[in-house]
């Protein structure tokens, strides 16, 4: 059996998969804000509670909003900030007397899918959450790359590739920078995108909702969407030549992103063929529980 744990910023949730990847067993519960201890004491509550429902041992994975330094073995870039600098993995591994799995979210999202969603069989999976931010993972072969500084996949803070006259120096970003993609492609971003060209504060998706009645100025908004994600993803196409990349996160639920962005992302891309698809999650919210409990690969 495989046990993998979403830790997240106001949940917790937990999952039991057998052999076959068959789910056992269930559960979710708030996360405790703002102290480490709590964290951890909820995390080792809700594995025993998943040992007791099902009768069985499993196997350990945990996803995290951040990251497990490799220098330092310490969490970090976390939103959840009161895991950093805090030894995660090894408190787990001590309380739970057996090696523990630690993994980004969305590196969890994007081994979920190549393992058994919308990436399956595929040699080179790019899944991307785009939501309140824009998270990435890369899976080659069935297995993360988490990298040598464990940034593996994010590309969120990458600037604007191409970017045009009135891009530059773009909206400034709470890394830092001015212009980095998940300024534009966010969920805040777009909402804001709209509103700065005269239109209201929606959220959205219900910009593309508007849009798909005919709307000019949701548009106009969700075209200029189209055609940075389409310049963004290109820049990753030429670096990692994926074979998938699985979307997921709110904005994955607008359709027409999977015909009109491989429409775009063409000449940005070194290569006169293209064979990646564009592809919706398959199993949407769970994918980040279920990649980590796939933290023990098959
Ligand atoms: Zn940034």
Same mark, same amino acid.
């Given at each position: 059996?495989?046990?993998?744990?979403?830790?997240?910023?106001?949940?917790?949730?937990?999952?039991?998969?057998?052999?076959?990847?068959?789910?056992?067993?269930?559960?979710?519960?708030?996360?405790?804000?703002?102290?480490?201890?709590?964290?951890?004491?909820?995390?080792? $509550?809700?594995?025993?509670?998943?040992?007791?429902? *099902?009768?069985?041992?499993?196997?350990?994975?945990?996803?995290?909003?951040?990251?497990?330094?490799?220098? *330092?073995?310490?969490?970090?870039?976390?939103?959840?900030?009161?895991?950093?600098?805090?030894?995660?993995?090894?408190?787990?591994?001590?309380?739970?007397?057996?090696?523990?799995?630690?993994?980004?979210?969305?590196?969890?999202?994007?081994?979920? $899918?190549?393992?058994?969603?919308?990436? !399956?069989?595929?040699?080179?999976?790019?899944?991307?959450?785009?939501?309140?931010? *824009?998270?990435?993972?890369?899976?080659?072969?069935?297995?993360?790359?988490?990298?040598?500084?464990?940034?593996?996949?994010?590309?969120?803070?990458?600037?604007?590739?191409?970017?045009?006259?009135?891009?530059?120096?773009?909206?400034?970003?709470?890394?830092?920078?001015?212009?980095?993609?998940?300024?534009?492609?966010?969920?805040?971003?777009?909402?804001?995108?709209?509103?700065?060209?005269?239109?209201? !504060?929606?959220?959205?998706?219900?910009?593309? !909702?508007?849009?798909?009645?005919?709307?000019?100025?949701?548009?106009?908004?969700?075209?200029?969407?189209?055609?940075?994600?389409?310049?963004?993803?290109?820049?990753?196409?030429?670096?990692?030549?994926?074979?998938?990349?699985?979307?997921?996160?709110?904005?994955?639920?607008? $359709?027409?992103?999977?015909?009109?962005?491989?429409?775009?992302?063409?000449?940005?891309?070194?290569?006169?063929?293209?064979? *990646?698809?564009?592809?919706?999650?398959?199993?949407?919210?769970?994918?980040?529980?279920?990649?980590?409990?796939?933290?023990?690969?098959?």
């Amino acid at each position: 059996m495989r046990i993998g744990i979403d830790l997240g910023g106001t949940k917790i949730e937990g999952i039991a998969l057998a052999a076959d990847g068959r789910e056992l067993q269930r559960r979710r519960i708030p996360a405790p804000r703002g102290n480490y201890d709590d964290s951890l004491r909820a995390i080792v $509550e809700l594995v025993t509670t998943l040992e007791a429902d *099902t009768g069985e041992r499993g196997t350990l994975g945990v996803g995290i909003p951040g990251a497990v330094s490799p220098a *330092t073995g310490l969490i970090k870039n976390a939103n959840s900030t009161w895991l950093n600098g805090r030894p995660l993995a090894e408190d787990l591994s001590r309380a739970f007397a057996r090696p523990v799995r630690l993994a980004n979210d969305a590196n969890c999202f994007a081994l979920s $899918e190549a393992t058994d969603g919308a990436g !399956a069989g595929a040699a080179i999976v790019f899944g991307v959450i785009i939501g309140t931010g *824009t998270g990435g993972g890369v899976v080659v072969n069935g297995r993360v790359i988490a990298g040598a500084n464990a940034i593996g996949g994010e590309w969120g803070h990458n600037p604007m590739p191409a970017a045009a006259d009135d891009e530059r120096p773009g909206p400034a970003c709470y890394c830092g920078r001015s212009g980095c993609i998940e300024t534009f492609l966010s969920g805040p971003a777009l909402a804001r995108d709209y509103a700065a060209s005269g239109g209201e !504060a929606i959220s959205a998706l219900e910009i593309a !909702a508007r849009a798909a009645t005919g709307d000019p100025r949701a548009e106009a908004a969700l075209s200029r969407y189209e055609s940075r994600f389409a310049r963004a993803i290109a820049s990753i196409i030429n670096v990692l030549d994926p074979d998938v990349i699985v979307l997921g996160g709110g904005l994955s639920n607008i $359709e027409r992103l999977y015909a009109n962005v491989p429409r775009l992302w063409s000449p940005f891309v070194f290569s006169d063929h293209l064979a *990646t698809r564009l592809v919706r999650a398959m199993h949407g919210d769970s994918s980040g529980v279920r990649g980590a409990a796939w933290l023990w690969e098959p």
